[in-house]
């Protein structure tokens, strides 16, 4: 089904957020899904939590989740366990051509998805700069990829830690236990009409010559 209305806070906070390695071009606005994931490792009690909220471009909630994780190891892997969870969640309700916005706190994750993003598109499949992934995260990391590729196209958007919509999710994922026993959700956006504004966001009004190294 498709759903109307208004714009999707995930979508806002992507349009404001800078996208590592990858250019932002105006029609980033024309995401038809936003994913938040977050991920959270305690070190007194050595364990953590998964984090992720899915959107519709238009705003409608497609599915939240809080899950506790007792065997993380660190935070680094547990951002990038959120975000495999967070990917295969939209995979099972969302068209394979989906156009997919990804916002984590993570610098070198988001560095990472958008260089294997660029990578499907060259002959080779290499990416443009070499990958670092934890070496616990190696399997979490296989099928971020295989979900990048999957997919009709998808970018990473870092923002502050604080600004994480997954943030409480990950860290509280007892408290937030409730958000996994929302029924299922599998929504389709509305199609973005001609009348919508193809302006770049105002943070990439002044952006340095050096963020343009990589293009859409």
Request: glycine fraction near 6%; proline fraction near 9%.
């Amino acid at each position: 089904m498709a759903v109307h209305g208004r714009s999707s806070p995930l979508r806002a906070l992507f349009d404001e957020s800078p996208t590592p390695h990858i250019a932002h071009p105006p029609r980033t606005h024309h995401r038809d899904f936003y994913v938040a994931t977050d991920g959270s490792y305690s070190l007194q009690s050595d364990d953590g939590g998964l984090g992720a909220i899915i959107e519709t471009r238009d705003g409608e909630r497609v599915a939240r989740l809080a899950v506790p994780d007792e065997s993380v190891t660190d935070n680094n892997v547990a951002e990038y366990r959120a975000l495999h969870l967070g990917l295969d969640v939209l995979a099972a309700r969302a068209p394979v051509g989906a156009r997919v916005g990804v916002l984590v706190d993570h610098d070198d994750l988001a560095a990472n998805v958008n260089s294997a993003a660029l990578a499907t598109r060259r002959t080779d499949h290499t990416p443009p700069r070499e990958l670092s992934v934890p070496p616990a995260g190696k399997h979490h990391w296989r099928g971020i990829r295989a979900r990048v590729c999957r997919f009709g196209e998808l970018r990473a958007a870092v923002l502050e830690s604080g600004r994480n919509p997954a943030h409480a999710l990950a860290n509280a994922p007892e408290e937030f236990a409730h958000v996994n026993r929302e029924p299922d959700r599998c929504l389709l956006p509305d199609r973005p009409t001609s009348s919508e504004a193809q302006i770049p966001p105002p943070s990439r009004a002044d952006r340095k010559a050096t963020d343009s190294r990589a293009s859409d």
